[in-house]
């Protein structure tokens, strides 16, 4: 017995009658049920094209080759094409009516080809309607989105995002509970066979104890409904579940971001306060300006740390933590103090509000660097001194004259060595680079500068530049090793 077919591949699927509709093409559809979506285009002249069918294509062929029109068609058949495409010209003047007879009794949907249309034709009008239907699709999964981002931020976030999500989906959406009862739902009521199916199907991403759920999603049908589940993220294992006539493309990822959305809204840590600020943090991941959602985030300054190590992320008294790989970022209220953390070494940000938080991540990342070259559990930030007394603009000039012959990345490497009080092996720690490079680099500062670096007044001169310039000094000559 030959192995069965694969799955159609995950391409955009394109209505059969989306094709036939075509002026330009001239299909005529002869056998066949009239209801078939084609997710590729292959042509072949071979007399069992099975083994190179993966499934869902439109199967094209002059029918060079086709000597058995019954055993032909039942192969077709089964390796599950969507359709066969019988073009007319040079073999056959019509398509000949044992195939077409065949092609009826397997339920394959036959389409004859006039002379003038090219196979090629037909491919590239496929791929046209399917980059407009993909096209569609991202715009209405943006939509989507933006709808979903805008409900969690209202002051009842949990109805409306299922509001939203069963408007979206033009059926039913529920959140519920790990015995499976209905918290709260948007949309139609569904049929008593349907809400069984509903729970049943719920069980099966809820498992049976609170270890963790046996699967994170799963889909069934039940009185020509659609259902799928989607289990949240935390210790309640609640579900949220939909029920829909049918699934459109997409669906799968406006469900999985209003699952996200409410992993966040009924989180067992998130006070109310909490909950307005994960939703604010969504809508900036949605793509909305910060200023829209500062006020959410609240007044108070931000800290952003950033973090490396091994183990669990460090508990700052936060919850609104990015972790992964040993390295985690973590955005700290103002008023909590960071303090170090066992097995973590920690960088921290100037308090900043929310509008400069960009600004605030590039500090920590800083400091974090320093902390590791240094050895330290924990450096913060740090600003002002008498660099603050000097006019900006006027040091500013006056670091980019004498910073002018150094290009990166001296400027870098000097910048590390004199932060680090001219210990050549822990800038070689901080720039992932050998000591001897460190060596060669600050010996080429000193002869493009024409100064002496072990000379302090030298030292605090070049630092307080380096500083005025941002660590970005526009090198106008001078070269890297």
């Not at 699967?215 to 210790?235: F, K, N, P, R």
């Not at 109310?272 to 108070?300: F, I, K, N, Q």
């Not at 103090?337 to 100037?350: D, F, I, K």
């Not at 600050?442 to 605090?460: F, I, K, S």
Request: with cysteine.
């Amino acid at each position: 017995m030959p192995a069965e077919p694969t799955a159609a591949p995950p391409t955009t699927p394109v209505p059969l009658a989306a094709l036939l509709a075509r002026p330009d093409l001239g299909l005529r559809q002869i056998a066949g049920p009239p209801d078939a979506v084609v997710h590729w285009v292959h042509t072949s002249e071979m007399a069992d094209p099975y083994p190179y069918l993966l499934g869902g294509e439109l199967l094209l062929t002059a029918g060079v080759q086709l000597t058995d029109p019954e055993r032909y068609a039942a192969r077709v058949a089964q390796a599950g094409a969507a359709a066969l495409g019988f073009g007319l010209a040079p073999v056959y003047d019509t398509v000949p009516a044992a195939l077409v007879a065949a092609c009826e009794r397997h339920g394959l949907p036959l389409v004859e080809v006039p002379p003038p249309t090219t196979f090629t034709a037909i491919a590239r009008a496929v791929w046209g309607l399917m980059t407009e239907a993909r096209h569609h699709e991202l715009r209405r999964v943006s939509q989507a989105q933006q709808g979903l981002a805008s409900a969690a931020a209202r002051p009842d976030p949990v109805p409306a995002v299922l509001h939203q999500l069963a408007v979206r989906l033009g059926g039913w959406a529920g959140l519920l509970g790990a015995d499976g009862a209905v918290l709260a739902g948007s949309g139609p009521d569904r049929p008593d066979e349907v809400r069984d199916a509903v729970r049943r199907l719920a069980g099966v991403v809820t498992g049976p104890t609170s270890g963790g759920p046996t699967a994170l999603t799963a889909t069934d049908t039940a009185a020509g409904e659609q259902l799928a589940v989607y289990a949240l993220a935390g210790a309640r294992r609640l579900v949220l579940a939909v029920a829909v006539p049918g699934r459109d493309p997409g669906d799968h990822t406006i469900a999985g971001v209003a699952a996200v959305l409410l992993s966040l809204l009924t989180a067992e840590r998130q006070g109310a306060d909490e909950a307005t600020r994960s939703a604010a943090l969504v809508r900036l991941l949605l793509g909305a300006a910060p200023a829209e959602v500062a006020p959410l985030l609240g007044e108070a300054p931000w800290t952003v740390v950033h973090a490396r190590g091994e183990g669990a992320p460090p508990d700052l008294g936060s919850p609104l933590v990015e972790a992964g790989d040993g390295h985690a970022r973590v955005l700290v209220p103002g008023g909590q103090e960071v303090g170090p953390h066992p097995g973590w070494t920690l960088g921290a940000s100037a308090p900043m509000g929310a509008g400069e938080l960009a600004a605030a991540d590039a500090q920590a990342a800083r400091a974090l660097r320093r902390a590791e070259a240094a050895r330290s559990p924990l450096v913060r930030h740090r600003t002002g001194g008498y660099a603050s007394l000097v006019d900006p603009e006027e040091a500013a000039a006056y670091a980019r004259r004498l910073l002018a012959p150094l290009a990166e990345p001296l400027l870098t490497t000097l910048r590390a060595w004199l932060s680090l009080h001219g210990s050549w092996d822990r800038t070689a720690v901080a720039l992932g680079v050998h000591r001897n490079t460190v060596r060669q680099r600050l010996a080429r500062c000193a002869a493009l500068l024409d100064v002496d670096l072990d000379d302090m007044d030298v030292r605090t001169e070049l630092w307080l530049a380096l500083r005025s310039a941002g660590g970005r000094a526009q090198a106008h000559s001078g070269q890297c090793e």
